[in-house]
């Protein structure tokens, strides 16, 4: 009998001032999967998922700030 994993980590900043960059880790089955599969390199996946990352974090807190300047004009 034989058991086993398949994994994938995406490591990334979730602000543009974070000093670490963007990263990942698989087992060498799961990054085939991505690049004979999904035709897509781990890199990419990576950069794609820092830039909604960072977009997520820079939306709220501008609706963050926008609702506290609303709320002291009103």
């Known amino acids: ?11 990334t900043r979730g602000h543009s001032y974070d000093m670490h960059s963007a990263t990942w880790y698989g087992t060498d089955n799961a990054m085939d999967f991505w690049e004979d599969v999904l035709k897509l390199e781990p890199d990419q996946v990576v950069k794609q998922f820092e830039l909604w990352g960072c977009s997520q974090n820079k939306s709220k807190s501008l609706l963050f700030r926008s609702f506290h300047e609303c709320d002291s004009a009103v």
């Open 1 to 11: 009998m034989r058991t086993g994993i398949y994994a994938t980590l995406f490591v």
